[in-house]
């Protein structure tokens, strides 16, 4: 597994494309709280309930001062349909050369099905204006993660 953010590391700028393909930086986001999340594959069903999940508390979210960024190695045509169908408000980001989820920590072994893998390893890590690291949390579940996380952080 790649390394692991730490808390109050500065975190990875990146240029990704977006599900519009529009070019989407960490960096533009300079001056706001940012949550970024990896997720495993669009439009499957643990990444369907977290993104889902994170668009009906994302107006929460924002209300106390963060934006949501979802990341997974799709395919940009992959993220236009997943964020279409589901009515996604946030930007879900391409990484299909997997190199943010190594910089960030969240590509490795897994167990699926019963066979070791490699791919992205579901996490999130919070980001402060700075784009240093406030939580970085690494083999999350899908289910119950974003109202976990809106607890942890006090929205």
């Known amino acids: 597994m790649a390394q692991k953010l730490l808390v109050g590391t500065q975190a990875p700028d990146f240029a990704l494309l ?23 594959k669009a439009a499957t069903p643990g990444c369907t309930t977290e993104a889902c999940d994170f668009r009906d508390n994302l107006a929460s979210l924002q209300g106390k001062g963060y934006d949501v960024i979802g990341i997974s190695p799709d395919a940009q045509e992959a993220l236009k349909g997943f964020s279409g169908d589901f009515e996604l408000t946030f930007p879900l980001l391409s990484d299909e050369d997997h190199s943010v989820a190594l910089a960030y920590g969240a590509w490795g072994e897994k167990l699926v099905n019963g066979e070791i893998v490699e791919g992205i390893v579901r996490s999130t890590v919070v980001l402060d204006g700075d784009a240093k690291v406030k939580l970085a949390q690494y083999q999350v579940s899908a289910q119950g993660h974003v109202q976990a996380l809106r607890e942890e952080l006090g929205v």
Do not use: M, Q
Not at 19 to 32: E, H, I, M, T
């Open 18 to 40: 977006d599900a519009d393909g529009n070019k989407v930086s960490l960096s533009d986001y300079r001056g706001r709280n940012v949550i970024v999340y990896f997720y495993p």
